[in-house]
Nanobody, 121 residues
Framework: QVQLVESGGGLVQPGGSLTLSCTAS????????MGWYRQAPGMQRELAATISSGGYIKYADSVEGRFTISRDNADHTVFLQMSSLKPEDTAVYYCLGRIALDGASHPMDYWGKGILVNVSS
């Protein structure tokens, strides 16, 4: 089994910064893409940022220039550094990992349980 556990969320004032972390654990052969999605109240889940195993990065237009995604392949961890936060960034942030359990398996998507980021004064 594979688990992804997020940490680092919480309450932050507008204009502030926060860094999320997500670590994958369990039976892992290889991790391909990792990323962060978010879901605001009453809205659909949307992409925030993704990073491939080779370092290719994609950001949503709404976070470009304010968020930075990075990963530590040795520790199976992905980070999301968020700055200049706005109230509209308030959402539950979910970690995603595309993971192969062994050398013969196709990679599958695994999700964390989510962590709340609340941007409010």
């Amino acid at each position: 089994q594979v688990q992804l556990v997020e940490s680092g969320g919480g309450l932050v004032q507008p204009g502030g910064s926060l860094t999320l972390s997500c670590t994958a654990s369990g039976t892992i052969f290889s991790i391909y893409g990792m990323g962060w999605y978010r879901q605001a109240p009453g809205m659909q889940r949307e992409l925030a940022a993704t990073i491939s195993s080779g370092g290719y990065i994609k950001y949503a237009d709404s976070v470009e220039g304010r968020f930075t995604i990075s990963r530590d392949n040795a520790d199976h961890t992905v980070f999301l550094q968020m700055s200049s936060l706005k109230p509209e960034d308030t959402a539950v942030y979910y970690c995603l990992g595309r993971i192969a359990l062994d050398g013969a398996s196709h990679p599958m998507d695994y999700w964390g349980k989510g962590i709340l980021v609340n941007v409010s004064s």
